[in-house]
């Protein structure tokens, strides 16, 4: 496949991963001009719809830190970014999967970077809970990214093409490259 070819597939997921980040922020605009913060409207006796401001990363880690996690998490949001489009750009046409979870990972990823740039923090509003126990909030970016890290572990399992072919053939014998 030519280069022009492979950028045009590349382009392809990067459409799902604006996508999600589309629908990501706008969920957390209505939220945000809707909700103030730790307002919430009941959906089902196990979820609510709240507005949380998280400093930190997944389940609030570093929440307490003292200012500097915002930093480092937009870092790691580019890092991981630049890292996941030259390898989209990279991808052979049959790796769907990984290209789907790459692209949700990407997507989700951008979306809570843009809430700590503007904001130092990001937007959570999904909220389950059981009784009094209480999953920590959550927004379509975290389900991206948390969809997309499943998507990656199935591609891992289940590709015929990544199973073990770092083996060749010296004198009839299997050795390890």
């Keep these: 496949m030519n280069d022009q070819a492979q950028r045009r597939r590349a382009g392809k997921w990067l459409i799902l991963s604006a996508l999600v980040v589309l629908v990501d922020q706008l969920t957390k605009s209505y ?5 103030g913060e730790f307002e919430f409207t009941t959906v089902l006796p ?3 719809i709240t507005r949380m401001h998280n400093v ?6 570093l929440a307490g830190a003292s200012g500097w996690q915002r930093w480092l998490f937009i870092a790691l949001a580019v890092g991981v970014s630049i890292a996941i489009v030259v390898w989209l750009l990279r991808l052979p046409l049959s790796k769907v999967l990984l290209a789907a979870g790459l692209s949700l990972v ?3 990823a951008v979306g809570n970077a843009i809430d700590r740039i503007r904001l130092g923090h990001v937007i959570d509003f999904i909220h389950f809970h059981w009784d009094r126990a209480y ?7 975290d389900s991206a990214i948390t969809v997309g890290a499943a998507l990656l572990l199935l591609d891992a399992l289940f590709d015929p093409q ?3 072919k770092g083996t060749s053939t010296d004198k009839g014998t299997n050795v390890k490259a």
């Design 31 to 35: 939220i945000t001009s809707h909700y």
């Design 46 to 48: 196990v979820l609510d």
């Design 56 to 61: 930190g990363a997944a389940f609030s880690f």
């Design 106 to 108: 990407l997507g989700g």
């Design 135 to 141: 999953f920590p909030a959550f927004n379509i970016a």
């Design 162 to 164: 990544s199973t073990d």
